[in-house]
């Protein structure tokens, strides 16, 4: 009996030995495979000879496009509209008359402080030679001059009222829709019409506050309008004195030529302002870069293998990213499959 069981005994050894045996051959088969397979199955990926090259640090930006002159036409005096002396959306010139408001009860009231204005000065007149003959006290010779005054002042406030009933174009312009009609009465809160000059037009955009010492004025801006592919420059003239604090944005304001009528006042721009040009640059494309959490790397192909460098990464574009140190000109970059590249993994260059 002690001998059956011994012979189980030593059976159980010895499969529990070749099993094991067996385990640890396939796993150095396995290893042994896997590593013949990275040497000899090396991972295809795309790569860029860095260069050079002149970098422009430019923002994208909304704007958005104003008249270089507005104002809406408005009568300062009250009546009926007598006459209307423009066309709904024509060109205007400055001083031209508008439209006429009927002046009849003005020009009555002129002729009537006219006649007292020459009584006065008669009355004045005649006052100043009693004076010089001692006829008339002093103080009688001050009130008829004071009349004489009042009379002058009177008819001149009238004049200036009836000034007032021709309205004019205060600049050359664009004339809109007109809101009334002849025979209106008219009143200082009603709006005529709008005119406008957009012979040049302003382009109003705003910047974060982190660029602002890096605007000048002069600079030229680029402009793109939905619906046109002409692009449009603009040169900056004016910026704003203060940082908005709700926004923390610097407010900037461009001037454009807007000789085919093509920029409407209102409408939204693409704004490009180019900050600064740096020349032999070195930009790579975003999807080398791989962020970590001790910044950033990229992988260069060196003799067959990737490598791994830390990079400085600085402005962005949409398709390219500025480095400032760790790649060098001539570096082989690596720009497919970084995901999965490790410092030393077998790379193969695609043609």
């Known amino acids: 009996m002690k001998i059956k069981n011994l012979v189980y005994a030593l059976l159980i050894i010895g499969l529990g030995s070749f099993v094991t045996y067996r385990i640890l051959e396939n796993k150095k088969k396995s290893e042994k495979s896997k590593g013949t397979s990275d040497k000899t199955n090396p991972i295809v990926v795309n790569v860029i000879v860095i260069k050079p090259q002149i970098f422009e640090n430019n923002l994208s930006l909304s704007g958005s496009i104003e008249a270089n002159e507005q104002v809406e036409i408005r009568s300062e005096v009250s009546g009926i509209v007598e006459s209307i002396n423009f066309k709904e959306g024509s060109n205007v010139n400055k001083g031209q008359l508008l439209f006429k408001v009927n002046d009849a009860e003005l020009r009555a009231q002129l002729s009537q402080t006219t006649t007292q204005e020459k009584l006065a000065a008669e009355n004045e007149r005649r006052a100043s030679l009693l004076l010089q003959k001692e006829a008339i006290s002093q103080e009688e010779y001050d009130i008829s001059r004071a009349e004489y005054a009042s009379a002058k002042a009177q008819s001149q406030l009238i004049k200036a009222q009836i000034a007032k009933t021709s309205v004019r174009a205060p600049f050359s312009g664009k004339i809109g829709l007109r809101s009334i009609s002849s025979g209106t009465y008219i009143t200082p809160t009603i709006l005529v019409a709008k005119l406008v000059n957009i012979e040049k037009v302003k382009i109003s955009f705003s910047i974060p506050e982190k660029y602002a010492a890096q605007v000048k004025m002069g600079s030229v801006i680029d402009i793109n309008v939905s619906g046109s592919t002409k692009k449009y420059t603009a040169k900056i003239y004016a910026i704003e ?75 962005r574009t949409d398709a390219s990213i500025l480095i400032l140190s760790g790649l060098k000109a001539g570096d082989t970059l690596i720009t497919s499959g970084v995901m999965s590249l490790k410092n030393g993994t077998p790379v193969k260059v695609k043609l």
């Open 241 to 315: 004195p203060e940082v908005e604090i709700t926004t923390r944005t610097l407010k900037i304001r461009a001037i454009a030529d807007n000789v085919d009528g093509k920029l409407f006042p209102g409408t939204f721009a693409d704004v490009k302002l180019s900050l600064s040009t740096i020349k032999d640059a070195i930009v790579v494309p975003t999807e080398a870069i791989v962020p970590i959490q001790e910044g950033k790397k990229v992988f260069i192909s060196n003799m067959g293998k990737a490598k791994e460098i830390m990079v400085e990464a600085t402005t």
